[in-house]
Structures are given as structure tokens and as C-alpha cells.
């Protein structure tokens, strides 16, 4: 339980300092602006309507073979999955020349990427080719033999904390995807020495598939068992007080070992984001349930929420605020720690 809070509280106090606005020297230029704002767009039209999403944004040659590589593997109920994987993806830029650019999608929940290719053309802006690539073609591991062993799966084997887990897939990835996509550069999907294991985009989409799988199997399994109503319940109660800012009302609820610093992370944060949050992750760790909140207005940004049960009374809750921007930094403070 210690160490839960001590994560907790670290990172609410490096997230806290995350809202700052960049320096001048730092805000990106005109071109990476527009990339970052047409690439984001697609990301939230695609989480409520994939189909949709890209015969907006993609050229015919784009959406055909989307059509072709990905889509035949999925079935129509199925493209629930990539409405879940979108939602939760985090956007990463690199390779911008002119007027075309590279972003990366990026799911940790997944494991898998989805890199774009997008030409710039003001109203005109289209996606002209991706590249999808599970996380260990990304990261330059060997692909599992059975992707149900996969490392990505820790992540809903309650073998550690969750947002660790999350923390090493996220740091890793980011890290080879800056290596090979620095912010200036051919806007090419496959540089030289890149992912050199990977297989054909339907053989990467098959084993992101696996783990988009695992996860409807997950929410099934939670909302199908009546004893997780009462958690079911205080998701809910902690989601609408975290929109109508009713402070008051979360800290009723915290156990008594929460640190305050978490909660006044959570509030600082603006309301599109605080008002968007989502059950997107269930599981289990010590015999307590786990219940991850995301807001697809900023999926970068995680809220663990671990949940006791009290006799005659609402579950007791421990949140932990994460930035998965600051992977690096959580990962090095774990590694501290076990020593």
C-alpha cells in the first residue's frame, strides 16, 4: 500500500507542473501546429466512428487500403475496437518537411501504433498512407509467438501497478519512436533501420487485434458480474463529481492514507479534460479492484482509481494522477525504489 501512495503523490506533483504553457522558444511552428491539429481531429472522429473518420481524412488511395490491410479483418461489430483504441491513443510527431509530416497513434492499453502520413493543404488536409505496428515491432523487440504472452498483457495480470506497467510500455515506445522520427526529416513511415522485424500491416493488425480483444473480454467480464456493482457505482459518483468540480464530494470518498496532492492535481486540470473522464481499464491488484479513467480530450493523462470495500458503506479510494508524458521519470523513480 505504501508504495501505491508514494507513486500517487510523486506523480501529482510532477503533473501539476505539466499545464504550464511552453516557453516562446518552445511553441511549435505554424506547420507542426497544423499537423498536431489535423491528426488530433482524425483521433476523435475516428474513436466514435472509425468508417467515417477516414473517408473524411483519407485520400482514395488512403482509404482503400485501410479498406484492404485492416478492415477485412474486422467485422462490423468489431470496429468498436478501434473506437476504444483511438479514444485512449496518444499522439507523438516527427519527420516534417514542408507541407507533409509523420504522427504516430500510439495505445499503450493496446500496445499498437498507427503511423500517418498527412499532407498539409488547409481545408484540403488528407491522410495519404499509414503503417500500423504492434509494440514490439515498434520498439525492435521480437514478435511473441503467442500473443497472449505478450508483455502488454502485465498490464491485466495485476503483476504490478497498472500505471507502471503502462509507464515502461509508454517510455520504451517513445523512446525508439523518437530515434527514428526526429521533428525535421523526410516524412517517410519506414526510415532506415526501423521496426526491421515488423511483418505486413494485416500481420501487425492481427496481433494488436489480440490485445484489442482482451480488452472487450475485460469490460464484458466487469459489467457482467453483479458483485462489481458497488465499484461500478462509485466510478460513476467519482466521474460526475469530477465534472462539477464538487471537491467536497471526492474527498468523502478517499481513503484515509490518499494523499491530498492527487486531488488538487485532478481539479487543477482543465474541464474539458476533468469533465471527459471514462472507465477505460479494470482489474485487480492485492484483492482490490482497479478502476482507469481516461478523457479522450487528453488521453495522455490517467487516473488509476484503486477501490476498497467498506462494510454498509461506498468504497473507499485511493487515485493516482499519471502523465504518461513523464514515463521516463515514473520508471526511474520504480527502479529507485526496488533497490
Known amino acids: 500500500m505504501r508504495k501505491w501512495v508514494l507513486y500517487g503523490c510523486v506523480l501529482a506533483l510532477w503533473a501539476g507542473s505539466a499545464w504550464a504553457e511552453p516557453a516562446g522558444d518552445d511553441k511549435p511552428s ?65 519527420r516534417l518537411a514542408g507541407r507533409e509530416g509523420v504522427v504516430a497513434l500510439y495505445s499503450p492499453w493496446s500496445d499498437g501504433a498507427v ?86 500491416i494485416g500481420q501487425e493488425t492481427a496481433l494488436i487485434k489480440t490485445r484489442m480483444l482482451h480488452r472487450m473480454r475485460m469490460f464484458n467480464d466487469f459489467f457482467g458480474q453483479a458483485g462489481n456493482r458497488p465499484f461500478l457505482a462509485a466510478a460513476g459518483h467519482l466521474i460526475k463529481a469530477l465534472e462539477a468540480e464538487d471537491a467536497k464530494a471526492v474527498l468523502a470518498r478517499l481513503a484515509a492514507e490518499q494523499p491530498t496532492e492527487v486531488v488538487e492535481t485532478v481539479f487543477e486540470m482543465p474541464v474539458s479534460v476533468r469533465g471527459g473522464f471514462a472507465p477505460n481499464f479494470f482489474g485487480r491488484n492485492n484483492g482490490k479492484v482497479l478502476v482507469g479513467l481516461v478523457s479522450p480530450t487528453a488521453p495522455q493523462w490517467i487516473l488509476m482509481v484503486q477501490m476498497e470495500e467498506r462494510p454498509g458503506a461506498a468504497p473507499a479510494l485511493i487515485m493516482e494522477a499519471l502523465d504518461l508524458n513523464v514515463s521516463g521519470q515514473i520508471v526511474a523513480l520504480a527502479e529507485k525504489e526496488a533497490k
Open 115 to 200: 503511423l500517418l502520413r498527412i499532407r498539409l493543404a488547409g481545408e484540403k488536409t488528407r491522410l495519404t498512407d499509414f503503417r500500423a505496428l504492434s509494440g514490439e515491432a515498434l520498439r525492435g523487440e521480437p514478435l511473441p509467438d503467442k500473443p497472449s504472452v505478450a508483455r502488454t498483457l502485465r498490464l491485466y495480470a495485476g503483476a504490478e501497478i497498472p500505471t507502471l506497467a503502462l509507464a515502461r510500455l509508454y517510455a520504451d515506445s517513445l523512446r525508439a519512436f523518437e530515434a527514428h522520427f526526429p521533428l525535421e526529416g523526410r516524412p517517410d513511415l519506414s526510415p532506415a533501420g526501423f521496426a526491421k522485424n515488423a511483418g505486413s
Open 30 to 94: 505554424a506547420a507542426l501546429a497544423t499537423l498536431v491539429t489535423a491528426a488530433n481531429l482524425f483521433r476523435t472522429e475516428a474513436s466514435d466512428n472509425v468508417e467515417q473518420a477516414v473517408r473524411k481524412w483519407g485520400t482514395p488511395a488512403f482509404v482503400r487500403k485501410w479498406n484492404r490491410e485492416v478492415m477485412t479483418l474486422f467485422d462490423k461489430e468489431e470496429h468498436i475496437e478501434w473506437h476504444d483504441f483511438f479514444s485512449s491513443a496518444v499522439l507523438w510527431c516527427g
